[in-house]
């Protein structure tokens, strides 16, 4: 059975094809940044509000030389509109904060709603958005309400939405969320 994480990349590995445009919303360490250049995707952008965020993923892009087909950006990921016109393959979303740096400086609710809000809108059909949530801290619990009741509420019609979590582990485990666009 595949944890969080591996089934994330699973669920995007599925959809990403050598004309992919693809995104990671809060690059963090910048291990998903890494992860989606690998593969045959296009063009990779990458979205973080920390400088040590963009620092740390544009060095980890440099040392495995995929810096080229990447594009690091310091701003939030509400965002997005502003740096991509065309339509999008794939999304991921990482919430919580960056390990090893400020942790008072984390995702929250507003921004990451309205992050997936405006990915749907350049989503292609079939293309998806892979959030991990990671909800032990006291942002994290009120940002998970908020996506789940957010997240509920889309119509089955136009987006599929999928919670994959282990439910017999302690200290409040991630879990994963996707999204497939319908229509």
Known sequence: MDKVLSFSKKVLKEIIDKNSIVVDA????????????????KKVYSFDIQDIAISRTTNLLKENNLLSKCEVIL??????????????NGVIFNLGYLPNADHAITTVGESTIKAVEKSLKLLKIKGRIVIVVYWGHDSGKIEKEMLLEYLSSLNQKEVEVLQYQFINQKNNAPFLIVLEKLK
């Open 75 to 88: 701003d939030s990921h509400t965002n997005i509109d502003n740096y991509i016109v065309e339509q999008i």
């Open 26 to 41: 809060t690059c963090g360490n910048g291990n998903d940044t890494l992860f989606l250049a690998k593969t045959s995707a």
